[in-house]
């Protein structure tokens, strides 16, 4: 899974033969598509040979194919190709419907639902793949289609081929998981396919929030391979969050976007007003410094970021305490023995390993107890 780490977190894994995915790929070939439906199909053929495509294996995905223009047509289903080299060839053979000029997406995108959403916790992670040149139909319910879909952690990309055609943008706007997974058809489409899969392969139960971060290089949210969640114990620093790990605040944007998504400012309801003392990973190493533990269980450095509260820093273990307990959220460092032996530790912020081939997980599982 790891492709990099920075000061954030783990990033999500962009190797093509990581990826465990069912992937639909619903291509309109309607007469609007014209010459882009061989440029297409050629470039898919050759792109699909670098993933792993198959009905078995940890590190594989499933590939299905669907063709729609005034109807949807079912070219393969997810149980119809053993290898890259078939899904190819099946893209190959398609062709334009040269006397058919509509395109109803409405009725193409249910057909793709059907064939790719979840069947059990099992199964690969969904996905579908739009490449589209026109939409002839209604686009009021496009969001309802995949809503569903999308609940049961399935995403959907959409490829503009007609970026001029507003009703058409309106309708991608509309089928898109999020405004990243929108793409237009040019030099850049493989290179951004890749890199919204390793997005879409990366996920965490229903339960726990996923780290994520806006990179202004490039505009859009970043995935990391990371998981939150608080947990009400009374546990030791090391047993706190077995078998995860207490979270790392390494920069003041992380600290701030798991305070913020994991609402920990209103954990005085769930605690009766008591204020919270929470196990971060902060602590001291073996050579006596501070330091965080990684997704791994390797020691990180401090780093320039603190938000040290006014204390002796006398304990061996940090945690992210209300410092003021009339005001719900104050949260600051502050040490503690990392046994709890005072009792005073009430829970912890744990994290843990982001779902993917390398790492499975239930998505849809029951919230552990322990």
């Not at 099992?122 to 969001?143: D, K, Y």
């Not at 890749?194 to 949210?221: G, H, M």
């Not at 009400?232 to 605040?249: I, K, N, R, W």
Request: with cysteine; hydrophobic share 35%.
């Amino acid at each position: 899974m790891i492709l990099a780490s920075d000061d954030y977190g783990v990033q999500c894994s962009s190797t093509v033969n990581k990826f465990w995915l069912d992937i639909t790929l619903l291509i309109e070939n309607s007469a609007n598509m014209g010459s882009y439906l061989r440029q297409l199909t050629l470039s898919l053929a050759s792109e699909l040979t670098q993933l792993s495509i198959s009905q078995t294996g940890s590190f594989t995905s499933r590939v299905s194919i669907i063709t729609y223009a005034s109807q949807p047509k079912v070219v393969g289903n997810l149980n119809s190709y053993q290898s890259a080299n078939e899904a190819a060839s099946a893209l190959l053979g398609l062709s334009v419907l040269s006397g058919d000029s509509n395109s109803d997406l409405a009725s193409a995108l249910q057909l793709a639902v059907n064939l790719t959403k979840p069947q059990s916790t099992l199964q690969r992670i969904p996905v579908i793949v739009v490449f589209a040149a026109s939409n002839s139909g209604a686009t009021n319910n496009l969001f309802y289609i995949t809503q569903d879909f999308q609940q049961s952690f399935g995403s959907v990309i959409t490829v503009n081929y007609s970026p001029s055609n507003s009703n058409l943008g309106h309708a991608l706007n509309s089928t898109a998981s999020q405004p990243e997974f929108q793409f237009n058809n040019d030099g850049n489409l493989y290179k951004n396919l890749i890199w919204a899969f390793s997005q879409v392969n990366c996920k965490c139960p229903w339960y726990e929030v996923q780290l994520i971060r806006y990179d202004n290089s490039t505009n859009r949210n970043i995935r990391y391979a990371e998981c939150y969640r608080w947990k009400q114990t009374t546990l030791s620093s090391s047993q706190a969050c077995s078998p995860g790990y207490p979270a790392d605040f390494r920069t003041k944007d992380k600290e701030t976007f798991i305070k913020k998504n994991l609402n920990l400012q209103n954990l005085w309801v769930v605690l009766k007003e008591t204020p919270a003392n929470l196990w971060i990973s902060l602590h001291k190493g073996s050579t006596n410094n501070w330091v965080w533990y990684d997704i791994n269980g390797s020691e990180i450095p401090l780093g320039s970021y603190t938000n040290w509260y006014n204390n002796s820093l006398t304990g061996s273990c940090a945690k992210t305490a209300q410092t003021n307990q009339w005001d719900w959220s104050t949260y600051q460092w502050v040490t503690g023995d990392c046994n709890n032996s005072d009792g005073q530790t009430n829970g912890a912020v744990c994290a843990t390993q982001a779902c993917d081939a390398e790492h499975f997980c239930v998505l849809d599982g029951a919230v552990p107890t322990n």
